[in-house]
């Protein structure tokens, strides 16, 4: 009697003379090797594999090389999260002791984790305005480590002064990591303006479709993306290969997208600042843009997705906007293909309270547009209705 094959045991994966055209996805957790001396061999890195999906795993790797390629990085890494990134970054390289400078408008749970978790782990922390490199200057100590920094702020697009910044880094020997979410690699690529780190929510346009939650960081200094892995694979923050394997099929139509969002974006700025009701728009190369000249200069003409405007007639005014836009999604998100709408006196900003959202601007009738691909025309109009029907009372 011959045995019947185990049904335990795996089923060798069926031989192709042609290759599959689409990304495999590998969800397997721990990979076999030949002996001893080959895993050996791989954990010395002397030849390539895998050993344990949460020290990494193909699908992320496809994903970082890809994100790599366009911010001209090498050995870029792929976690869980945004989030997971900006943490392995400031717990990876920081040590009791050390202070860390963030911008006064970074991504709000960075600005916790400054905030609330390094200090209780005796790294201290401080905020500047970081339009104001002078400010950024002052608030330098002895024992500044690391400069965290988004280019173009969330909700009100101020343009950070990312040369006067980076050259004061770099005189002090500073760590400046850079946030590059909103930008994005098309718009800004932080290593050539003088960025040790790059940090990226790829949740948000490189992704795409509001499906992954993912983040990507690179260290120009091998010693330091050692640091950051090796923090990232002891707390667990590796990603889902389903989620990279999304990601990654998202990327394949990131530049349209991008480009495209960006045309609408400009063109949806330009049509709403002339709408009744309108009290201001904000997008970071249009001329009346507070920073219009370091955007030129900082982005060119690539002023990004995002939008953001004022109507007169405060939190009412705002609740009956949001109800007219039926089909634009009020969701605290960006970068979904799709036109979002955010309110940050309600959602991001709400923990600062009117006082501190008062002295950034941002009133009960302010709201960030995450602008979509869809077709200009359709946006315009229903923009104008929604914001005609918020006027009505
Ligand atoms: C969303 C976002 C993050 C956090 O990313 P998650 O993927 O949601 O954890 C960090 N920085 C910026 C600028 C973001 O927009």
Request: charged share 20%; aromatic share 6%.
């Amino acid at each position: 009697m011959t045995d019947t094959p185990s049904l335990v045991r795996r089923t060798p994966w069926p031989e192709s003379a042609s290759r599959p055209v689409g990304t495999p996805i590998q969800p397997s957790v721990v990979y076999a090797s030949p002996d001893p001396d080959t895993l050996d061999a791989q954990y010395d890195g002397q030849v390539a594999g895998y050993t344990y999906a949460r020290e990494g795993h193909p699908n992320a790797d496809v994903l970082a090389r890809k994100i790599d390629a366009m911010e001209g990085a090498e050995g870029g890494i792929v976690l869980g999260s945004g989030m997971a990134a900006v943490t392995a970054v400031l717990m990876g390289v920081c040590k009791a002791g050390d202070h860390v400078l963030g911008g006064d408008q970074i991504y709000g749970r960075s600005l916790r984790l400054m905030r609330e978790d390094l200090p209780r782990l005796s790294v201290a922390t401080s905020v500047a305005d970081p339009t104001d490199a002078a400010a950024f200057e002052a608030a330098i100590r002895p024992e500044t480590r690391l400069i965290l920094l988004e280019v173009v702020s969330n909700p009100t697009l101020r343009v950070a002064d990312i040369a006067g910044i980076a050259a004061l880094a770099k005189a002090r020997g500073i760590l400046l990591a850079i946030d590059n979410t909103f930008t994005t690699p098309r718009g800004f690529q932080p290593f050539a303006h003088g960025a040790d780190i790059v940090i990226h929510s790829v949740t948000k346009i490189l992704a795409g479709h509001s499906d992954a939650t993912l983040g990507y960081v690179a260290a120009r200094d091998p010693g330091l993306r050692k640091a950051i892995y090796d923090f990232a694979v002891t707390t667990g923050m590796t990603a889902s290969p389903f989620d990279c394997w999304l990601a990654e099929r998202g990327l394949y139509s990131f530049e349209l997208r991008y480009d495209r969002a960006e045309q609408n974006a400009v063109a949806l700025a330009a049509h709403l600042a002339g709408l009744p009701g309108i009290t201001r728009v904000l997008y970071p190369t249009r001329a009346d843009h507070p920073d219009h000249n370091r955007a030129i200069n900082l982005l060119g003409t690539r002023g990004g997705h995002m939008v953001s405007f004022e109507i007169a007639g405060g939190r009412e005014a705002a609740n009956r906007l949001t109800r007219a836009a039926p089909n634009i999604a009020f969701a605290p998100t960006l970068g979904d293909i799709g036109t979002t709408l955010s309110h940050p006196a309600s959602s991001s900003h709400r923990g600062l309270g009117a006082e501190g959202r008062a002295a950034l601007g941002i009133s009960e009738g302010f709201f960030r547009v995450s602008v979509g691909v869809e077709d200009i025309g359709l946006l315009c109009r229903e923009f104008e209705t929604a914001i005609a029907a918020s006027q009505r009372r």
